[in-house]
């Protein structure tokens, strides 16, 4: 064989590779959905798998080992089906020096539209996080663009309001130290 047909067969295998990989995105791309149900079908894990709640005791807890525990259950969470996300109790934290996070601390918020709502001024912590939607929360001497898994903390007394909230915004809100 000849330089030239050589690499003409040549260059006829890579297109027709090229075309093999992109069908091969294509079907991906559009059956992607389909995709990821068969794989949690697979590995997945169902609600009563999942071990939850969990209580967790301890002499205290950090700022950061309560947002890890919150991401976990917010990750755990939306990785169920959609119809299965509502009323799981993930964790309940209880400490010795006073602190815990029951359902009664847990407030589940849902915003349609706020405009220049009133200032907050409150009398314990609390650490809010965007489950859907976009909102900005404006403080003294600040502004925050929240998206969707967002999330603070705002201590207490810290001044604040909510300026402004898309139509589908919905929050997980943790109210923290309110007995002590």
Same mark, same amino acid.
């Given at each position: 064989?000849? &330089?030239?047909?050589?690499?003409?067969?040549?260059?006829?295998?890579?297109?027709?590779?090229?075309?093999?990989?992109?069908?091969?995105?294509?079907?991906?791309?559009?059956?992607? @959905?389909?995709?990821?149900?068969?794989?949690?079908?697979?590995?997945?894990?169902?609600?009563?798998?999942?071990?939850?709640?969990?209580?967790?005791?301890?002499?205290?807890?950090?700022?950061?080992?309560?947002?890890?525990?919150?991401?976990?259950? #917010?990750?755990?969470?939306?990785?169920?089906?959609?119809?299965?996300?509502?009323?799981?109790?993930?964790?309940?934290?209880?400490?010795?020096?006073?602190? @815990?996070?029951?359902?009664?601390?847990?407030?589940?918020?849902?915003?349609?539209?706020?405009?220049?709502?009133? =200032? #907050?001024?409150?009398? #314990?912590?609390? =650490?809010?996080?965007?489950?859907?939607?976009?909102?900005?929360?404006?403080?003294?001497?600040?502004?925050?663009?929240?998206?969707?898994?967002?999330?603070?903390?705002?201590?207490?007394?810290?001044?604040?309001?909510?300026?402004?909230?898309? &139509?589908?915004?919905? =929050?997980?809100?943790? #109210?923290?130290?309110?007995?002590?």
């Amino acid at each position: 064989m000849s &330089k030239a047909q050589l690499s003409l067969e040549y260059i006829v295998k890579m297109i027709i590779i090229l075309v093999v990989i992109m069908v091969t995105i294509t079907l991906i791309i559009k059956f992607k @959905s389909n995709i990821q149900v068969a794989v949690k079908n697979l590995f997945g894990k169902d609600q009563e798998q999942l071990n939850f709640p969990q209580i967790i005791e301890k002499k205290s807890f950090s700022l950061g080992e309560i947002s890890a525990y919150i991401e976990s259950c #917010y990750s755990t969470m939306t990785s169920l089906p959609e119809d299965e996300q509502k009323n799981i109790i993930c964790y309940l934290l209880e400490s010795e020096d006073g602190f @815990s996070i029951t359902k009664e601390d847990l407030e589940n918020i849902i915003s349609n539209d706020i405009k220049d709502s009133k =200032w #907050y001024d409150q009398d #314990y912590d609390e =650490w809010v996080i965007l489950l859907q939607g976009e909102a900005v929360l404006e403080f003294e001497t600040y502004q925050k663009k929240l998206f969707k898994g967002d999330y603070l903390f705002i201590k207490s007394h810290e001044k604040h309001r909510i300026v402004s909230t898309s &139509k589908d915004a919905l =929050w997980l809100v943790i #109210y923290m130290n309110q007995n002590l």
